[in-house]
DNA sequence: TATTGTTATACTCTATAACTATA
DNA sequence: TATAGTTATAGAGTATAACAATA
């Protein structure tokens, strides 16, 4: 039974900080091996669970709606999105992950090393218990459900 | 009892990526409100653990040792951190956080509304679960205990 | 010889403000 | 009037390569 019988508010937190810290370590490292930066990885990782549009990424990213213009130019660039006009909406452009995209951004969690080998240490009782609570604090954010493209 | 009885490796790689998302933008936003960059932000984090090497530092943070000089740099000039020079190695030197650094460290994370929100659904018991498998999952990794300047 | 911190450089990220096309 | 996406701009972050001081 897995257990931190000291686990207050503040402990929590600092431990949510050095768990994102190696977390986001360990992409920008495999970002980086594929020749992305995080920024590029991240807007990779968002758009896997569908496409987005622009401002609905922006919101997603917790950035400008004008950086999203920079970066998805370089990605398009290479390959790995495509803007598609909107059908109902003719001011909205829906940015979408092309195959290599996908091959890409799989590539690169597959490289996680430190975040997959700290995983297997979990049986898969304790990866459900995982699972159930980052969902209970984290599922309900309004930037976890990536707005969808309208 | 809490739990994702469907929680293989890819779908709690996806609910980090989510999770650490949301936390991610939240650290961000109330950063933002303190004047501070992400990257400032998070190089307090680290230094509210204890005084670091500029090179130690960079590790910890996952990046090249050349942008370390900038940050501290303007961390410095607000008066949140100060260059010491190490008694034993004349090359070295350590940053420390300074009153008003360790200040505003703690108010951003006091103003990280969406991730304490989330952990105030849990009980004790929950909470001190999360830390544990955090724990396993993350303490054992080399950025996760910063290096201590020497 | 190797390491620490810094500098110079080029590119990327970021927010702000202004613009256009559309709603 | 309001919103989506873009552009221009300035400041910050980033990796690479080189350097002086020290080990």
Sequence with gaps: MPGNPRAGTAQLMELLSVS????????????????LTASQGKTLTVLRRGPSAMRALATTLSCDASNMTGIIDRLEKRGLVRREPSPTDRRVKNVVLTDEG???????RA??????????????DDRATLAGLLERVFAA??????PTSR
Excluded: C, N, S, W
Aim: net charge negative; hydrophobic share 50%.
């Design 20 to 35: 994102l810290g190696v977390y986001y370590g360990d992409f920008t490292v495999a970002a980086a091996t594929e020749g």
């Design 102 to 108: 996908e091959r890409i951004i799989d590539a690169i």
């Design 111 to 124: 490289k996680m090393h430190l975040t997959l080998d700290g995983l297997a240490t979990l049986d898969e």
């Design 141 to 146: 954010a309004p930037a976890a459900i990536p």
